[in-house]
């Protein structure tokens, strides 16, 4: 259980350093964006990247959350179900830190 409690603290802590992170990106490219127009073609993939970025973490945050009550509210143990979900987060978070 002190084995979790360790790794959920890890994981929101990454959480909040990649949405700080993130957040400062697009603060910057929305500052880029905002002394001319024609700028939105030139960057807006990447604006749409790094709201992605921001809702991915939502995501974690409220499956982490689940997990927490899930915790507080009965003995622990994993399902399959939340195997499967947290094999998912963690491949997809690897396919895109590959790309």
Known sequence: MK????TISTV?????ED???TK??????????A????????????AAKYVETLQRSNEQLVK???LMQKQKT????????DKDNLYDL???EEEEDDS
């Open 3 to 6: 084995d979790l409690d360790s």
């Open 12 to 16: 929101l802590e990454n959480i909040e």
């Open 19 to 21: 949405r700080a992170t």
């Open 24 to 33: 400062e990106l697009l603060h910057d490219l929305m500052k880029y964006l």
């Open 35 to 46: 002394v001319a127009d024609d700028r939105h073609r030139e960057v807006g993939s990447i």
């Open 64 to 66: 982490v959350a689940a």
């Open 74 to 81: 009965t003995s622990f143990s994993l399902t399959s179900e």
């Open 90 to 92: 963690i491949n997809s």
